[in-house]
């Protein structure tokens, strides 16, 4: 199966912008592998913060939003808060009944 | 409310089977497309398996031939049976639905945790 890619690791000052990526091993991420953006707090449940690319989910603020940036879906955070600190997955859908997670992505606000 | 609720973790041998559920409330399992997702201990989340409305079902080749999912209508309730399990299969297991309509993962369980060792 395909491999989904994400840093694995990103910092960010409070009241800064960062961007989070999610690619493909081979090939280019688009609109048609639905991405969605998982965000995890240690010891939580996941939650999805960003659905069908660039949908937030209900609460989410508008300081996060998704896209497309060349071959990668993006998760860009504005004016980033200490409750930001999570770990952050993306989703594809790779087709034939197949999802397939990047390994993650461990936000540090500091 | 709409909710799933795992349960049916527990300590398992090695080679052992288990069999988890996810009781879906405020919505109908049979008529959406419902997934499992594992979490090994510090690893990240895997994608285990699919059942659609229809019926059918797709599972992530680390699982394929051991686990096999199914629900129940007249209890609302999605399974995944687990056989000749093993270390690796240790995770915290969650259910959660796909939306069709939004393209998106938009509930998700808390999890329930299964340990296979001796």
């Known amino acids: 199966q395909a491999v989904v890619t994400q840093e694995p690791s990103f910092s960010v000052s409070p009241g800064g912008t960062v961007t989070l990526t999610c690619g493909l091993s081979?090939?280019?991420?688009?609109?048609?592998?639905?991405p969605n953006w998982i965000q995890q707090t240690p010891g939580q449940a996941p939650r999805t913060l960003m659905y069908?690319?660039?949908t937030r989910s209900s609460g989410v603020p508008d300081r996060f939003s998704g896209s497309i940036l060349g071959s990668k879906a993006a998760l860009a955070i504005t004016g980033a808060q200490a409750d930001d600190e999570s770990d952050y997955y993306c989703v594809l859908y790779m087709g034939s009944g197949v999802w397939v997670f990047g390994g993650g992505t461990k936000l540090t606000v500091l | 409310e709409v909710q799933l609720v795992e349960t049916g973790g527990g300590l398992i041998q090695p080679g052992g089977s288990l069999r988890l559920s996810c009781a879906a409330s405020g919505f109908t399992v049979r008529n959406n497309y419902m997934n499992w997702v594992r979490q090994a201990p510090g690893k990240g989340l895997e994608w285990v398996s699919i059942i659609y409305d229809g019926g059918n079902t797709h599972y992530a080749d680390s699982v394929k031939g051991r686990f096999t999912v199914s629900r129940d209508s007249s209890t609302n309730t999605l399974f995944l049976q687990m056989n000749s399990l093993i270390a690796d299969d240790t995770a915290v297991y969650y259910c959660?639905?796909?939306?069709?309509?939004?393209?998106?993962?938009?509930?998700w369980g808390q999890g329930t945790i299964v340990t296979v060792s001796s």
């Open positions: 081979s090939g280019s991420v688009s609109t048609t592998h639905y």
């Open positions: 959660a639905r796909w939306s069709m309509g939004q393209r998106a993962f938009d509930i």
């Open positions: 069908n690319t660039n």
